[in-house]
């Protein structure tokens, strides 16, 4: 029997299976079957959703016989199959259901998942071709793990989170070839997730939202689990999907980085400790891009990214608790302004949307930052701001505060400098932050 390990691109779903049953009188059943999913190296997993007559066979006799067919070679497989139990919990439950959302773009609940049925395979065998042409040659497969090692070093030199996202995608793309990715960080405040990061865009993207649960980087943050598309070419409707990311009902300013035609992505949620910080996400426009090996390497960069990043807000949150940052500001608190130049600022602060010069700049917890500093700036001509003393500031009333205030500052100062308008976010050194404006502020905040 081949080894189903050797079948791992057969069951990706890329080209649907075919099942076959028999009836009580051996009157045979074919049907098409979406994806066989593997589970381990003697099992796998069909979806409950068979048309009545495959259930009824499956029922009487528990025997199924099923081709699965290698969307990268065009090699053909029969799988001799025995039905071993149903689950509708678990991991195997969770990882068919997450499939099954991505294929109904709009999660309207046709093909949610009842259960997902365990087969044991008692075999499994090639189907010759009929006219093999060309031997195809053997596929080499290069080493990842050594690249995940060389990355990971890179990683662990990092002193701060900035330059520890910066590395990581650059790495990503320079030794993996994994050339479009981003890193997104909960927002904490709708529940979704909010672009920091990105490589491989024509636009940053920063501040761009993705709600929980909506396509593959919103599954991943929300059920904590690895998405991945080897083929998005059989799934149009998602690819639009993908494209209005956030959805018609809480639609961003922001749009997220995306490419036209992606046909590989992929999403893996960053934990730390059991608590989730974020989600790393990278597509293609090639087909086969992440394949199982793929996976296994981001997992261990996934991982290593997420512990490094909790690691560092902490660390400098010690830091800043100890009262190791430089606690002078520098003399010249006023800098050089044009004071005929006016920076129009308006606020919201039911959701702390910000507009400058009518323009949209961000909203949230980054929004509500950058009111406060320019408000101080107004009242006193402040514009050195330590970390701690953020932290400290009980006017802020910020949910969750804490926790987010590291990632919070590197998006509000990334959107800024994106933006390139009259107010900039610059970092004076470790723990302090400084205000530069080309003009001076008008702040009108609007109660809706």
Do not use: W
């Not at 980085?257 to 992929?266: F, H, N």
């Not at 009518?358 to 107004?378: A, K, Q, S, W």
């Amino acid at each position: 029997m081949i080894p189903l390990e050797r079948l791992r691109d057969s069951l990706e779903g890329v080209i649907p299976s075919i099942i076959a049953t028999t009836d009580a009188d051996g009157m045979p059943n074919i049907s098409y079957l979406s994806h066989v999913h593997y589970v381990d190296e003697t099992h796998v997993a069909l979806s409950n959703q068979f048309f009545s007559k495959t259930a009824a066979n499956v029922a009487r006799n528990g025997l199924a016989t099923v081709m699965v067919v290698d969307g990268y070679s065009g090699q053909q497989h029969v799988l001799d199959l025995v039905f071993d139990r149903s689950e509708t919990e678990g991991e195997t439950f969770e990882r068919v259901a997450i499939h099954l959302a991505i294929l109904e773009s709009r999660m309207s609940g046709i093909m949610k998942l009842r259960a997902v049925d365990i087969y044991r395979v008692e075999d499994c065998r090639a189907v010759p071709a009929a006219h093999p042409l060309v031997e195809p040659a053997p596929l080499v497969l290069p080493d990842l793990m050594s690249k995940v090692a060389r990355l990971t070093a890179r990683m662990s030199d990092c002193g701060d989170p900035e330059t520890l996202l910066d590395a990581t995608l650059e790495g990503m793309g320079e030794l993996f070839g994994y050339r479009h990715s981003m890193v997104l960080v909960p927002d904490g405040e709708r529940g979704g997730l909010t672009t920091i990061a990105s490589r491989g865009y024509d636009q940053f993207g920063f501040g761009a939202e993705v709600p929980a649960g909506r396509g593959v980087i919103g599954l991943a943050a929300e059920r904590r689990r690895n998405v991945r598309i080897t083929d998005l070419s059989r799934g149009q409707r998602y690819i639009q999907a993908v494209r209005a990311m956030a959805g018609v009902e809480d639609a961003t300013p922001i749009p997220l980085p995306a490419l036209d035609k992606p046909l590989s992505q992929i999403a893996l949620p960053l934990v730390a400790r059991g608590r989730p910080v974020g989600v790393l996400f990278s597509e293609s426009t090639e087909r086969f891009t992440f394949r199982h090996r793929d996976e296994e390497a981001l997992i261990v960069i996934a991982a290593h990214l997420a512990t490094a990043l909790s690691f560092l807000s902490e660390e400098r949150e010690r830091a800043e608790t100890n009262g190791r940052e430089r606690a002078e500001a520098p003399a010249d608190q006023a800098g050089s302004m044009q004071a005929d130049r006016r920076i129009a600022v308006r606020f919201y602060p039911r959701d702390g949307s910000l507009f400058v010069d009518e323009d949209y700049l961000i909203r949230g917890v980054p929004g509500r930052l950058l009111l406060h500093f320019l408000e101080d700036y107004m009242r006193t001509g402040k514009r050195d701001f330590l970390n701690r003393e953020i932290r400290r500031d009980r006017r802020l009333q910020l949910p969750d505060f804490k926790d987010n205030l590291e990632t919070r500052l590197i998006l509000l100062r990334r959107r800024l400098d994106e933006k390139a308008g009259p107010i900039m976010l610059e970092r004076a050194d470790r723990g302090r932050l400084r205000l530069t404006l080309a003009g001076r502020p008008e702040i009108e905040v609007v109660e809706e």
